[in-house]
C-alpha cells in the first residue's frame, strides 16, 4: 500500500495547546460553506432528515463567486496567513460550478498554507480534476460512503461506486501537487470491509484513515446506525464543556453569514460578510460575547450548542479549554 494510514491523525498535522494561544490575532482556519445541498442523503447526516427537520442552515443554497472573492480580500487584513481555507460544510462543495475558480483565487491571493476540499467525490470528473490541480488545491479529502452501489442506493443508477472509484484513481495519477486523502466510517464497514478498504483505495492515495461515527445531528439516532464512543480520529471523548472551535476558526455560510463552528445547524451569527470584513468579525464584540460565554459556562444561552454534542468527538487533546477557563476570560477582557 503506497498511503500512509493515519487513523488518529488530524490530516492537518500537528496541533498546537490552543490554551496557550488564545485570543488569535488570526483564525487558524476559515470554512467556507459554498453550497447547501448534497447528492447523498447519508444517514448519519442532516440531509437524511426532511427540510422541516433541519433547523436553520442558511437562507441562500449557493455562495456567489463576488462575495466570496471579497471575503478572500479581506483576509489579506489579517497579521498572518491562515493554517487552512476549507472548502466544505454542510453540503457538496463539488456542486458549486465555480469553485476550481474560487481553489484559484484563494491560490492567488495566498492567504492560506493549505487549500482543502472535502467532499463525497461523486459529481468528480476527470475535468474538474484537472482544473483543481492547475488551481494549486493542496489536499482533497474524500469521504466514501461505503464499497459498492448499495452504499450509494439514494442515486438510484447502477456503477456508481465503480465510477467514483476511476475518478478518484485519474486525480491520483495526475494529481501534481496535490495530496489525496480517503476516509471511511466505520460503521461502513463489515466483516473484512476495512481490508477490502484498503486495498482499493490503499495505492490511489497518499493518506488513508478509517474515521469514526460521531454524533453530528440532535435528531439523528446513532445508536441504531453505529458506536458513538470513540471520537471522530478515534480517541477518548473529552469530558469537556467548552467547545474549542470558536477560539480557532470561522464559517462563512452561502449566504455570507459569519458563524463560529461547523455545527450543521447555525449556531450564532457573528455577522454578515456583505456588510462587514472577516477582520472585524473575528475581532468584534459579538464573537468576544459568544467566547466569553462558552468559557463562563453559559453555552446553554444558544440553543444549538445547548443540545450539541459533536465538538467532544471532533477535538484533539490539545484543545481542550476548561481548565484555563478563568484565565481566558481574563485575556479576552
Known amino acids: 500500500m503506497k498511503a500512509v494510514r493515519i487513523d488518529g491523525q488530524t490530516p492537518g498535522g500537528s496541533?498546537?495547546?490552543?490554551?496557550?494561544?488564545?485570543?488569535?490575532?488570526?483564525?487558524?482556519s476559515l470554512q467556507i460553506f459554498p453550497v447547501y445541498g448534497c447528492n447523498l442523503a447519508c444517514e448519519y447526516c442532516l440531509h437524511s432528515l426532511p427540510v422541516s427537520e433541519r433547523g436553520f442552515v442558511a437562507e441562500k443554497s449557493l455562495m456567489d463567486e463576488t462575495l466570496y472573492r471579497k471575503c478572500i480580500d479581506d483576509l489579506k487584513a489579517f497579521p498572518r496567513r491562515l493554517k487552512m481555507l476549507r472548502f466544505a460544510g454542510t453540503g457538496e462543495p463539488l456542486l458549486h460550478p465555480r469553485l476550481a475558480d474560487m481553489i484559484g483565487?484563494?491560490?492567488?491571493?495566498?492567504?492560506?498554507?493549505?487549500?482543502?476540499?472535502?467532499?463525497?467525490?461523486?459529481?468528480?470528473?476527470?475535468?474538474?480534476?484537472?482544473?483543481?490541480?492547475?488551481?494549486?488545491?493542496?489536499?482533497?479529502?474524500?469521504?466514501?460512503?461505503?464499497?459498492?452501489?448499495?452504499?450509494?442506493?439514494?442515486?438510484?443508477?447502477?456503477?456508481?461506486?465503480?465510477?467514483?472509484?476511476?475518478?478518484?484513481?485519474?486525480?491520483?495519477?495526475?494529481?501534481?501537487?496535490?495530496k489525496i486523502y480517503v476516509k471511511i466510517i466505520d460503521c461502513a464497514l463489515t466483516g473484512s470491509g476495512e481490508q477490502l478498504f484498503l486495498e482499493i483505495f490503499g495505492n490511489i492515495s497518499d493518506y488513508i484513515?478509517?474515521?469514526?461515527?460521531?454524533?453530528?445531528?440532535?435528531?439523528?439516532?446513532?445508536?441504531?446506525?453505529?458506536?458513538?464512543?470513540?471520537?471522530?480520529?478515534?480517541?477518548?471523548?473529552?469530558d469537556a464543556e467548552v467547545c474549542p472551535q470558536p477560539f480557532y476558526m470561522l464559517q462563512l455560510n452561502p449566504d455570507g453569514k459569519v458563524v463560529p463552528?461547523?455545527?450543521?445547524?447555525?449556531?450564532?451569527?457573528?455577522?454578515?460578510?456583505?456588510?462587514?470584513?472577516?477582520?472585524?468579525?473575528w475581532h468584534g464584540e459579538k464573537m468576544r460575547y459568544f467566547q466569553k460565554q462558552q468559557l463562563s459556562g453559559n453555552k446553554s444561552f444558544f440553543p444549538v450548542c445547548a443540545k450539541c454534542k459533536q465538538y467532544r468527538y471532533a477535538m484533539?487533546?490539545?484543545?481542550v479549554l476548561d481548565g484555563d477557563a478563568e484565565t481566558l476570560l481574563g485575556r479576552l477582557e
Do not use: W
Open 316 to 319: 484533539f487533546e490539545e484543545d
Open 209 to 238: 484513515a478509517v474515521e469514526h461515527l460521531i454524533p453530528a445531528v440532535d435528531k439523528i439516532d446513532y445508536a441504531k446506525i453505529g458506536n458513538s464512543e470513540l471520537t471522530q480520529n478515534g480517541g477518548k471523548v473529552a
Open 15 to 28: 496541533r498546537a495547546r490552543l490554551a496557550d494561544l488564545v485570543p488569535l490575532d488570526t483564525p487558524f
Open 261 to 281: 463552528c461547523c455545527a450543521m445547524e447555525t449556531t450564532y451569527i457573528l455577522g454578515d460578510a456583505q456588510k462587514e470584513s472577516l477582520f472585524a468579525v
Open 105 to 178: 483565487y484563494a491560490k492567488q491571493c495566498d492567504i492560506a498554507d493549505s487549500l482543502d476540499v472535502v467532499t463525497n467525490g461523486i459529481a468528480l470528473t476527470p475535468e474538474m480534476s484537472d482544473a483543481f490541480v492547475r488551481a494549486g488545491l493542496n489536499r482533497i479529502r474524500f469521504s466514501i460512503q461505503g464499497l459498492d452501489d448499495a452504499a450509494y442506493s439514494f442515486r438510484r443508477e447502477k456503477g456508481v461506486f465503480h465510477r467514483l472509484v476511476e475518478n478518484i484513481q485519474y486525480f491520483y495519477r495526475h494529481r501534481g501537487n496535490t
